[in-house]
Every structure is written in C-alpha cells, then in structure tokens.
C-alpha cells in the first residue's frame, strides 16, 4: 500500500525500529512504490548515489559504509564475503606419523581449519580426478619430535624448561615447493597466516610426520575456505525524540549514548 504524502519523505530512505518489530525494509526501487516519486532504478543514478567510505582498516579486520543501497545487497555482499570470495585451506592430509595422543583424524581436522596465507588468484581449481601440480596444489610438511632437555634442572617440574619441542604450533608448518614454485613465489611468504596456533602437545618420543596438499576452494563447499571468521552488517541509527527530556532522565539519556 503506497504511502501518505505526510511521511513518505521520511520513510522513503530508512528502516523504521518499532517497538514490537522493524518495519519499512521492503526494496523500494520501482515505479509507484511512493505517490510522486519515481524510485526506477538505474545504473546512472546507482553510480552517482553509491559509496563506498572505508571506516577501519588493518590487517586482520575492516569496516566500511556502504551508502546508497537496501539491507538486502548489503546482506548479499556479507554472504558473499563468508561463502562465494576462494582462498586457498589445507584439503589432504598424509600422515606418515603420529604418535601424540590427538586421534588422526581430529588432527586432519584441526589441521585443515589453520588459514593459509597464499594469494588464491595465482593458482587454479584443482581437479579432484587428477594428481595435484604446482598450478593448483601448496605442499606443507609438519615434522617434529619431542625430546628431553638435558640442560633441564632435576628439581624443575616445567614442561617448557623439561622437554624440547614440547609444544607444536602452526610456526612448525614449512612450505615444500612443488615444480617451478620456488621462483614463481620467490617474494611469497606461503605458510600460516599466524605462527601461534596451538596443534598439539607431545611428549618426550613422540612425533609427528606430516604432509598437507592445500587447494583452492569456497566456503560454500567447506567453512574452511571461508575467507573472514565473521562478517556481518548493520543499519546506521537515526534516533529521533519524540517528546522533550529534562531533568535526570536527560543525563540517563546523556550517559546511555
């Protein structure tokens, strides 16, 4: 139902919070939708309308405005962001030797989740039917063994100062350059995006040997290749008063903002 002249200047380009619900989120950009006005929507007036204003930026996280669109592109873009953008995520894992006490297929996968740091736009879709090459596979190998620290104090009950590779972290995860890869990313660093994340604890005897194929792939098929651990959008808030507030309700109001 098309709305009054009164209010259709205010609800035309807002989402209205209610008390019981949010109301006005329907797309508006087409003919009739609001007497006087034609809201047709075309690609001039989209560019000339449409921004972009990057808010904060570093390496692990951003967050940027996006002025001249519906909730519903918005919502588009943080779906496409968490299933549609490839990266590239550890998909086989051979493991020669495992002797810690992490079963091997929670090591597998707890493996696969770590982020690898690799440009996905270098390499190409592998083919689950053929033998991965240096087009479409990144090799890693995982090889550590746990032993004693013989400069260790005989009073001292610390793992840390005990035993020696003690602690397996991604940091410990080497890249292997299969074909020509050594000079094609010869200004790469490929590996863990962090060096800190915990793998497993061992103890003196034990190792693993381990070799992971990573490839390229989306989050849609496997949360793995998804690119952020989160991402999600908000409605910028207008609040407007409907009535005058004095006194102490204005300072609760003052600190509540």
């Avoid at 990057?54 to 592109?73: K, P, Q, T, Y």
């Avoid at 990144?138 to 003690?166: F, V």
């Avoid at 863990?192 to 989306?218: F, N, T, W, Y």
Wanted: aromatic share 8%.
């Amino acid at each position: 139902m098309a709305a009054s002249m009164k209010n259709v200047e205010e609800i035309r380009n807002r989402v209205i919070l209610g008390e019981f619900g949010v109301t006005n989120v329907h797309t508006t950009d087409f003919p009739g939708n609001y007497p006087g006005y034609d809201d047709t929507w075309n690609v001039e007036k989209f560019q000339k309308n449409f921004r972009i204003d990057v808010v904060h930026l570093d390496e692990n996280s951003m967050e940027f405005d996006m002025v001249g669109i519906d909730a519903a592109i918005a919502n588009a873009f943080r779906r496409i962001l968490l299933a549609e953008v490839p990266t590239m995520a550890i998909e086989k894992v051979f493991i020669y030797s495992n002797t810690s006490i992490v079963q091997d297929e929670v090591l597998a996968h707890r493996l696969g989740l770590i982020p690898i740091k690799a440009d996905p736009r270098l390499f190409e879709y592998r083919n689950t039917e053929e033998e991965g090459s240096e087009i479409d596979t990144i090799q890693l190998q995982l090889k550590i063994k746990c032993s004693r620290n013989p400069r260790a104090s005989k009073d001292s009950s610390d793992p840390r100062e005990l035993y020696l590779n003690h602690m397996v972290y991604s940091k410990d995860i080497k890249w292997v350059p299969i074909g020509n890869q050594a000079d094609v990313f010869a200004d790469c660093c490929i590996g863990p995006v962090h060096d800190d994340i915990l793998i497993a604890q061992l103890r003196p005897g034990q190792e693993l040997d381990i070799v992971m194929h990573c490839v390229k792939g989306i989050g849609k098929d496997h949360a793995k290749f998804s690119p952020v651990a989160t991402a999600s959008y908000r409605l910028l808030p207008e609040i407007t008063l409907l009535e005058v507030v004095e006194g102490e309700k204005a300072e609760r109001l003052k600190h509540t903002s």
